[in-house]
C-alpha cells in the first residue's frame, strides 16, 4: 500500500504557501518514485490545525507535521521514504483531538 502525503490547502495554510510547498514536495517525491507506487501526495481541504500551519499529514503511519516550511521538504521526504523517526519539532504542536478526529476521518473506508 501507498503511504498517503496530504498538504492542508486550507486558508490559513494556504496564505502561508501550502499551494507552492505542495507542488514542490510533490516534485521531491516525483524523484523517487515517479509512477507513485510507494508514495501519493494530495491536497486536503483543511485538517483544523490552522493555527498551526503549513500541515502535513502522513497516513498509514499517522504523522501529523506543522509549521512546515520549504527546508523541511527534504527530511521529510527522506523519513517516508525510509520510514524514519517523525520530525520532532514538526509534531505535537496541533491538539491532539484534533489529530485524532484526522485519523478518524483518514481510516473510514468511506
Not at 78 to 100: A, F, N, S
Request: proline share 6%.
Amino acid at each position: 500500500m501507498a503511504k498517503l502525503v496530504y498538504v492542508c490547502e486550507g486558508g490559513d495554510c494556504s496564505e502561508k504557501g501550502s499551494v507552492e510547498l505542495f507542488e514542490k514536495l510533490k516534485a521531491r517525491f516525483h524523484e523517487h518514485d515517479p509512477k507513485e507506487e510507494r508514495f501519493k501526495i494530495r491536497k486536503y481541504p483543511c485538517f483544523g490545525g490552522c493555527e498551526c500551519g503549513i500541515n502535513i499529514t502522513i497516513w498509514p503511519d499517522r504523522v501529523f507535521l506543522s509549521k512546515v516550511t520549504d527546508a523541511d521538504l527534504p527530511e521529510i521526504v527522506d523519513q517516508v521514504e525510509h520510514e524514519k523517526e517523525p520530525i520532532k519539532r514538526l509534531t505535537g504542536h496541533v491538539k491532539p483531538d484534533v489529530e485524532e478526529f484526522i485519523w478518524e476521518m483518514l481510516d473510514s473506508p468511506f
